[in-house]
């Protein structure tokens, strides 16, 4: 009985070892050594060259500000769904989702046809004889392409967290003399930080470490730590450099979980 | 005469075309345990959240202490309620949860503390203070849901079912925790329960309710030993339900029989409904009683015997402490004083409005 249930978790074992460990140990082996094999830091240490340490700082700032928008978008939209009915609010979170279901790439591509200097967007601006928009490529169209593709993401977490705080703790918070603006501070917000910890996460790391988007819309210009590595990878062939700046970005990613997962723990119960 | 708090007078409400109360007036008066008792859906807890302020009704006022709080919302109101599944804010241990509302009412630090510790004293949670609330029995978290309710010092406690999700010892121990609870305060409480034994127990007052009608309010007493109506007679407690004919005053007929009562002003030859509660049935030896039947049905039940007579036709419903085995022939006996008369409903409608509307 035992050895059966312990068979069970030989796919997942196979899987991690095979997809998940080994990769990632191949990483710190080039990141780690020389074309010739031998230990080096001097991939790890490549950051602190000027124009990478810029890309990676510009992907930090472009990643926090569309997390900020995703989240000041998402919360307001999440408490509406709250408020009416199962049934439409279901329906409303699909609609949001639906993009989710197209081609990723395609999603970004059309955005480059919306924001072009002739695009879509400038036509219907000019056709009014209102001022054109000079925004693609640019980090504001950066910013953009992330919030539309990476909103859903913040939603759902958010929308999930928020049907489960039950009518009835919010009535009591309303009972025991709390106003409507009392009660979201220290009640509703309280116990949503669950959600707002999975949405921060779905959306800062795939928009901090994304090259696509900033290929398209950044019309190549633009150059974040993601497009930094891939073109370490694909142009220059320098696997040992690209798995350094990796590894690296990985530090990154770590520090802002541990630091997100810190304030998760001091929020609890610290309502007041 | 204790003053009247709380006046409701001529609240209506319906939801989604559904009328839920129908012109309901209702007087509680202070320091008053005051028990809303009906089937589900009988606009009971309606009633309640009404007085808590968290549904506005389509019509009528509420009055508080002369005063009209009908548009008030329930943080400026000074009631408090107990919800039937406790709402701890999860997030919070247990004394957060008691300081909630003197926090918010910014009482100071040493004050809280000194409620705080008063409170769990006071529902027998001593030291409990930084437990999670997620941790606690079921038992527990409604005992913090009554101290983070009292503690705010409400002239009225609202206790929407509060006892329902606990198991059948912990509730009888409850209610007398609730009895003691409310002696000690000396607020009043409002009630709302579906369980007749729990109204029975605690009450002062009894509010019967049933679509969206009050079908009778009264003490405890009144309303087990003198039911104005068929519906208050069938929900409270057993009984045997039958139809009569009143003869004249103080006389009655029942399934062909003559039974002497102490009712009178019903008139002659008028049908009426008839009842009489099973531990009232008096088993006495064939040919003593007024009608003859035959056991044909015996359970013990601890306390005394449940039998089942059979007699013209009708099952009796009869509790003694004395044991007739099944098939005894017995004569059924009853008390004059042990009748209950009431006037026959004229149509469905008038069913649900009931006997004491038209008083």
Known sequence: MKWTRKLLAGPYLIWMAGFILIPLGL????????????????????????????????????????TV???????????????????????????????MWMNFLLRTMAWQVLLDRNGVINNVLGFFHLPRLNIINTQTAIIFGMVYNFLPFMV???????????????????????????????????????????????????????FVISNLLGGGMILLIGNVIEQEFTFTSNWHLGSGLSLVLMVFILISMALIAKYDKEGEGGAF | MKDVLIDLRNITKSFDGTMVLDDLNLSVKENE??????????GKTTTLRIIGGFVTPDQGQVIFEGKDITSLPPNKRPVNTVFQKYALFPHMDVAENIAFGLRIKGKSKQYIRDKISYALKLVNL???????????????????????????????????????????KLRQDMQYELIRLKNELGITFIYVTHDQEEALTMSDTIVVMNQGYIQQMGTPEDIYNEPENAFVADFIGDSNLLDGMMIEDKLVEVLGARFACVDTGFGTMQPVDVVI???????????????????????????????????????????????????????????????????????????????????
């Open chain 1, 27 to 66: 990483i710190f082996y080039y990141g780690l050594t020389d074309s010739s094999g031998a230990f080096t830091l001097e991939n790890i240490m490549a950051i602190t060259d000027p124009q990478r340490a810029n890309s990676l700082w510009r992907a930090l700032k472009l990643a926090l500000i569309s």
């Open chain 2, 126 to 168: 001593d030291g409990y203070e930084h437990r999670q609330v997620t941790s606690l029995s079921g038992g527990q978290q409604q005992r913090i849901a009554i101290a983070r309710a009292i503690v705010n010092e409400p002239r009225v406690l609202l206790l929407d079912e509060p006892l329902g999700a606990l198991d059948l």
């Open chain 1, 156 to 210: 759902l977490p958010l929308y999930n967290v928020l049907m489960k705080i039950g009518n009835d703790v919010v009535e009591a918070a309303y009972d025991l003399g709390a106003t409507k603006v009392q009660t979201f501070f220290h009640v509703i917000l309280p116990l949503s930080v669950p959600g707002i910890i999975s949405g921060i996460t779905m959306v800062f790391v795939p928009a901090l470490t994304t």
């Open chain 2, 277 to 359: 509660r099973p531990e009232d049935v008096e088993l006495v030896s064939p040919g003593e009683g007024t009608i003859d039947g035959v056991v044909s049905h015996l359970i013990f039940k601890g306390v005394h015997y449940e039998m089942e007579v059979t007699a013209r036709g009708f099952e009796w419903l009869v509790h003694s402490t004395a044991c007739f085995p099944v098939g005894t022939e017995v004569g059924i006996r009853v008390d004059p004083f042990n009748i209950q008369i009431m006037n026959k409903p004229v149509d469905d409608d008038e069913k649900a409005v009931g006997n004491g509307e038209m008083d």
């Open chain 1, 69 to 99: 928008i995703c989240l000041a978008a998402a919360y307001p939209l999440a408490m509406i769904l709250k408020r009416i009915a199962k049934n439409r609010s279901s329906l409303i979170v699909f609609i949001f989702v639906l993009p």
């Open chain 2, 33 to 42: 345990f005051v028990t809303l008792l009906g089937p589900s859906g009988c």
